[in-house]
């Protein structure tokens, strides 16, 4: 069969540009991108004062698509889409990139239909005609175009958000959902202490909020009031995302881990194997390198991975012992680089852990539950209230299949799908004395803080704590999913309903306004249940947010 003939566009400044079948401008790119990475770590390396021109974001970035043709009914062909600065088919839905590429093809042969092809991304993905582009590929990125209908993919999942952040209402917002993330397919969302980041079912990252760590992977130190991509290679799928205090970890589908932000090597997402924070070859200190990632956990200043052979590694600051490895002294304090929790849990197989404020627990293949870290507020669960530096057995009587940790609080949820809530939910807040002063106008309302808490004892004065004086409260709801923050709490009911509590002076608990600065545990409304049952939720700061499924294809 011949060969197509290249095909050129009307305008190729503004839409786009047709290669011959010999073109290879994805792999060119792929090179560049490797090329531009590799004279950034360089110069990082030679410890220059100006920033490579790589990672300083362009004010007007055009999205950039490649797209090959792969089918029976015509010969192949490449397009390279450069789209309209406004953001043209960013935000809009894939059939109209799917009706650009079958108008120019067939502008020398007859041969496809819109209704006879769908798109691909370059991970295997099929993309529905109503999806945006954005949530499966980067600036950049290469897309195929195959024979075939478009595939029949259930209604998106919608996220929806309530509470505050940098550009809501000071009082807080009602839940809503979020229009930036819609046709995106939203798969995980974590959030820090006052930025959120969402992942794809592409393996995407958007993130917004608060940049002034780099924790939004942009390159910069720029906040973003709007979902915004990270500097991720197009060809890096992330499968899991995880945001700690001011910065964001990932991990790859291969089992690879990428981290920016505060603590890490660069605001520019890096491979963490490559850079100083994974470990010290030369001392056969060899970190996370030959590692297969399967999950990681972000707290407010450590970290942890699991590997496929369900061992644990943490890294990070370790001054309440968080780390697991039995250091005290100077050893305790300071960065450190990733090595295995052992002690008790050497012999051990992990199925789940999270890291919290200054804690961190772990639940085994065997429903035993280990904690090391602070417990001075009752956070692990454990009888004693100290540090403990090394892992210790937590007696909770109920096997555990999950563990969710906030900055002073951790969720269990037992394999009858009950929750435990051991600690107390507790922020240096206003006292409702001291918000109605301020409402009465008798004086000034005190200023609130939106997050910073950190993982350590806090003082006792103005200091509210939630849960009963025993530190454990079961609860009886019966809960599929739950996310625990600073100083509040969500919960994902098995009817699809959410229930929050803790600090609610922003309505980040329940969604709405109460008289009590703290809220026992009820109902978040004015989310239409009757249409989405509740899928995950992830919260922090002020910030709550969910992923609602819709319960009617």
Request: net charge negative.
């Amino acid at each position: 069969m011949a060969e197509a003939p290249p095909l050129h566009g009307e305008d190729k400044e503004e839409i786009a540009e047709i290669e011959g079948v010999t073109a290879d401008a994805y792999t060119s790119v792929a090179q560049q991108r490797a090329s531009d990475r590799k004279r950034r770590e360089q110069a990082e390396d030679r410890r220059e004062d100006h920033k490579p021109k790589f990672i300083q974001p362009q004010k007007e970035k055009r999205f950039k698509i490649y797209m090959k043709y792969e089918g029976r009914k015509g010969p192949p062909a490449w397009i390279k889409s450069r789209l309209p600065k406004h953001g043209g088919f960013e935000d809009g839905a894939s059939v109209a990139i799917k009706k650009m590429f079958v108008n120019f093809y067939n502008r020398v042969r007859e041969m496809l239909s819109v209704h006879s092809v769908h798109l691909r991304s370059e991970t295997g993905i099929a993309i529905p005609d109503e999806d945006s582009i954005a949530g499966y590929v980067g600036y950049g990125g290469l897309i195929y175009v195959v024979d075939g209908s478009s595939p029949g993919k259930l209604p998106e999942n919608v996220v929806y958000f309530w509470g505050s952040n940098s550009w809501s209402d000071p009082k807080g917002d009602t839940p809503s959902p979020v229009l930036t993330l819609q046709r995106k397919r939203i798969s995980q969302i974590s959030v820090g202490k006052e930025h959120a980041v969402a992942l794809t079912e592409g393996g995407r990252v958007f993130a917004w909020g608060k940049n002034d760590f780099g924790q939004l992977g942009t390159g910069d130190e720029e906040n973003r009031a709007l979902p915004s991509y990270t500097e991720l290679p197009y060809e890096t799928y992330i499968s899991q995302i995880a945001a700690g205090g001011n910065y964001t970890i990932g991990a790859t589908k291969r089992g690879e881990v990428w981290s920016w932000g505060r603590f890490q090597a660069s605001n520019f997402p890096r491979l963490f194997t490559d850079t100083w924070c994974n470990g010290y070859e030369a001392k056969g200190e060899m970190g996370l390198k030959g590692l297969k990632i399967v999950r990681v956990c972000a707290g407010d200043q450590h970290m942890g991975a699991l590997t496929k052979e369900g061992k644990l590694y943490t890294w990070g600051y370790n001054d309440f012992g968080q780390l697991g490895w039995g250091l005290h002294g100077e050893g305790r304090v300071g960065q450190q680089r990733p090595n295995q929790v052992k002690g008790l849990l050497e012999n051990e197989e992990i199925i789940d852990f999270a890291c919290g404020g200054g804690h961190t627990v772990a639940v085994t293949k065997n429903c035993r539950i280990f904690g090391f870290g602070s417990n001075t507020n009752g956070q692990l669960g454990h009888a004693m209230r100290q540090c403990f530096p090394e892992p210790v057995e937590i007696p909770l009587g109920d096997p555990v299949s999950k563990v969710r940790a906030g900055w002073q609080c951790t969720a269990y949820i037992t394999e009858s799908a009950r929750p435990i809530i051991c600690g107390g939910i507790r922020a240096e807040g206003p006292s409702v004395a001291d918000m109605q002063a301020g409402e009465d106008g008798e004086g000034p309302a005190p200023e609130m803080s939106r997050g910073g808490y950190g993982g350590g004892p806090q003082p006792e004065a103005g200091v509210m704590d939630m849960v009963s004086t025993t530190g454990v409260e079961v609860m009886t709801e019966v809960v599929t999913e739950a996310s625990v923050g600073e100083a509040h709490g969500i919960l994902v009911c098995y009817d699809g309903t959410l229930r929050g509590w803790g600090y609610n002076r922003q309505k980040q608990a329940i969604g709405d306004e109460t008289d009590d600065t703290f809220v026992k545990p009820q109902a978040v409304d004015d989310i239409p249940f009757d249409a989405y049952k509740g899928l995950s939720v992830a919260v922090g700061g002020a910030q709550s947010y969910a992923i609602m499924q819709p319960r009617h294809p």
